[in-house]
Structure formats: C-alpha cells, structure tokens
C-alpha cells in the first residue's frame, strides 16, 4: 500500500481542507474506507479462492462483461498508468539523492529501465518478487519512522498553525472539499485490494487474506497518521497547502541537506515498492482473463517458474512505454481514479449477491458490522466519485470513455471464444 502518494498527497489534501482538525479528519475517513473495503474484501476472498481478485467476484456475481471491463481498465488505464507515472517519481527523486537535476529525457529513461529491471525480477518467479517486495517495504518503513522521529523532535514547528474552519466557507463548499480531498488520500491508501490477485497463489487463502487485509490497513492507517501529524505540526496546515514536497521540506528544515537528501531516497524506495507489488500482483488478472478465453491466450500460460511471465511482461512494457513517452502521461492517474473508485464500490455489492447464493456456508470471514459497514463503503465511494466529477468533469469523462471501450471488445472476445 505504501508508495509515493503519503510523501506528496498531504499538500493536495491541505489545499483543499484548510485546518488542521479537516486535514486528519481526511485522513482518519480514507483509513477507515480503506479498513471497511478490506473488510469486504477479506469475506470475498474467504469465498473465492482463484487468482484474479476484482475480476473473479465481478465476473461471478455481476456478469462477465463487468469483470472484463474491469481487467481492460486495469491494463490500458488503471495499473499502467500510474506505475508509470511513480516511475517518473522514483526516477526524479534518483536525481535528487545524487543531488542535481535531470532532463525531462534522463527521467523517463531512468523510470522505464526500473520498471523492465522489476519485470525481470518478477518473471522469474515468485520467490524473488516477494523478496524484492519485502525488503523495499522493510527501507520504506524505516525511512517514514526516521521523518516522524526526526520531525517531532528536531524540527521546529511554524506559527502559522490554524486548527478551525474558515467562517467563510459554507457547509457545501466544506462537503465538497472534504469529498475532493479524499480522492488523494484514497490513492495512497489504495493497494490493499491487490492482495487477493494472488489468492489462487496463497497457502490458505480462506485463513491467510483476512487476516493480510486487516493487519495490513490498520497498519498502514497508524503510519499515515503519524506522517500527517508530523507534517501539520512542524509545517502548519497554511505552508503545508504551498510545500509539494513535505517529507523533504520537514527533513530539510531538521538536518539540512542531509536530511532532504534521505528522505529522497526513502521515496525512490517506496515508489519501488509500489511498482514491485504490481509487478507481483496485477497480471494475475490479465492470467485469469485469458483462461476464461476473453484475453491474449498467451496471457495464461506459465513459465518453468509457475509465474505468467507473458502477462508480467506485457504490462511492465506498456508501463515502461508509457514512461518513455513523458509527462503527460502523468494525467491518466487523474483519469484513472474514478474509475477504480467506481469498481471498488461494485465489487462491495458483490457481497449482497453471494451471501444470497451461498447463505449455508458458513465457513468464510464474516463482514463485521454488515450490511452498514458495506453500505458505507459503497456510500463514500459515490461521494469520491461525485466530488471527482464535480471537480474535473473532462478528466472524468475521458476515463469513463476509456472504460467504456472495454465493452465491445468484450464481445469481440467471446465472439472468438465461441468460435
């Protein structure tokens, strides 16, 4: 889960919300979405046990046009996307701990040779990608308990502190902002519904995901507390809103160059975290796509290692072409996030549909709370999604076109499959 979004969406979320108390309240909101989705997703992955995630629930309980549609936003939109675009940002701050900086060229040279070297690593087979993923989250969590040590007890806190709400904004204009400012903090919160790509793959998926999910979100929750604390209570939430690098400015303002130059790395090696776990995780849905006949049949083929090489590469090439093309690439993620948004809030109603069809099984993880734990994840997901049309009607409606697409090339598909 932990990438490069919880060291720069902090100074997005400020610029919406614009106190103190509205900024971690944002914060405390997205873990708890992201807590009631693992919820959900720890009873769906206690029932379905293939590799595929979202495609599979979608795919069983929906339609499979759903679940392809799904599958086709994830590889031309969704996860190529962005592992591009943290790409750029792990090659920038590269640049940064050698303490110069790039061309725009350097940059996306420098990103696309890390996501074909992760390719590599994760075709070979499970085993290396899981180390590699491991031990960059081992770095990532030290990097963030430096920032949070050094920043409460080195770093001197600004006076320009505000901890109430503007009295001149209405309860609409505050609503829509804190809408809009979880859309930042759900990117860096999500990644926690990767974990069941990979449950075809898992030694007890029924025992092994839910328990992954919950431990797993609330400890990303407790991190990303402690980084935004940390950043109001040194920065304030008025220069937290104009710093677009917060983690470097905060470690700057403690020990200097020095400092800034640390926390650079620690983001170069949370962005390579991020982009090895989607290596590892993501092409198990374009594996499961193809065995049902409605993508590349090579997609579904393994290698001497039991990994689906052919699907980890076609995805780590589009990622890195997407790379080398430049910055305006970068803009995908906005388009991407409504629709994964979107998705997520449809795979939560696949919960009501298979408690209906399996109501005598009873041995799988129960939705603690349910139906008003799911019924609230599915409502907060119509509230980012309403904000991110409300506030970027044009990008929205590219992503949604985008997706759209999927739909006649599924039947493409099954036409050739029947065939």
Known sequence: IIGAGIFSNPYVVAQLVHSTTLILAVWIAGGLIALAGAFIYAELSSQVSETGGQYVYLRDAMHPVVGFVYGWSMLFVI???AMAAVALIFANHVFAV?????????????????????????CIGVRAGTFTQNAFMVLKLVAIAGLVIVGLALATPTTT?????????????????????????QFAYGGWQTSCYVAGEVREPRKTLPRALLIGVVGVIVVYLSVNFVC???????????????????????????????????????????????????????????????????????????????????QGGLAAAIALVGSRYEQILNYAVSVDVVSFSMTAACVFVFR????????????????????????????????????????????????????PAYFLWARRARR
């Open 161 to 185: 502190q505000v901890s109430t709400i503007s009295p001149s904004e209405s309860i609409w204009q505050t609503l829509i902002a804190f809408g809009a400012a979880l859309i930042p903090a």
């Open 98 to 122: 050698a303490g110069r900086t790039g061309s725009e060229w350097g940059a996306a040279l420098l990103a696309a040779s890390a996501l074909l070297v992760l390719t590599i690593v994760n």
């Open 232 to 314: 109001v209570y040194v920065l304030g939430p008025e220069l937290l809103a104009k710093t677009k690098t917060p983690a470097s400015a905060i470690m700057g303002l403690a020990l200097g160059d020095r400092g800034a130059r640390f926390i650079a790395a620690g983001i170069a090696i949370s962005t390579i975290g991020f982009l090895s776990q989607s290596m590892l995780t993501a092409p198990r849905v374009y594996f499961a796509m193809a065995e049902d006949g409605l993508f590349f049949k090579r997609l579904a083929s393994l290698n001497r290692s039991r990994v689906p090489a052919f699907a980890i590469a076609l």
């Open 356 to 407: 209906s069809r399996r109501r005598a099984h009873a041995n799988v993880f129960r939705i603690p709370g349910h139906p008003f734990t799911t019924l609230f994840f599915i409502g907060a997901c119509v509230v980012i999604t309403f904000s991110m049309i409300y506030k970027y009607p044009r990008n929205s409606a590219i992503s949604f076109g985008i997706m759209f697409l999927g739909v």
């Open 79 to 81: 996860q190529t996307g």
